[in-house]
């Protein structure tokens, strides 16, 4: 199987999920049509989907999602529910220059912004109070 066709497939997997897996998750997938697929196959081919925008690592979770957002130009917020596991992506405007002015009153320099937030979803939220 081609780098390209790797790709495909992850992205596919992913699509499939509809949820974060981890680079080991998606390669039990990947080995379903080849066997042979090895762990240096399945980060390849997420680290071109990330840089490409088509794919986020979660980082608190060390796992990866599909972008569910198009043409975002910072960094997602990632919102983690611990209880089911389901993240929502939002990208609101302006946030990376917040971060960036934020940061830049200590005197730091950002080369990377990542924004997980983890809590309850609203269903699971719900669930949890008291009636």
Do not use: W
Request: hydrophobic fraction near 35%; include cysteine; aromatic fraction near 4%.
């Amino acid at each position: 199987m081609k780098r390209a066709k790797h790709k495909e497939r992850v992205l596919e997997i992913l699509r499939e999920r509809q949820g974060p897996m981890t680079a080991y998750e998606i390669l039990g997938e990947l080995r379903a049509v080849n066997p042979k697929a090895a762990p240096p196959t399945v980060y390849r081919a997420l680290k071109s989907l990330t840089d490409s925008g088509c794919v986020h690592r979660i980082e608190s979770l060390n796992a990866f999602l599909l972008c569910q957002g198009a043409g975002h130009e910072g960094p997602p917020v990632m919102s983690i529910c611990s209880d089911c596991g389901r993240v929502d992506e939002s990208a609101p405007e302006g946030l990376l220059q917040e971060l960036s002015g934020l940061a830049a009153k200590t005197g730091f320099t950002p080369k990377r912004h990542v924004v997980e937030v983890h809590g309850l979803c609203s269903d699971c939220d719900e669930r949890s109070s008291p009636a």
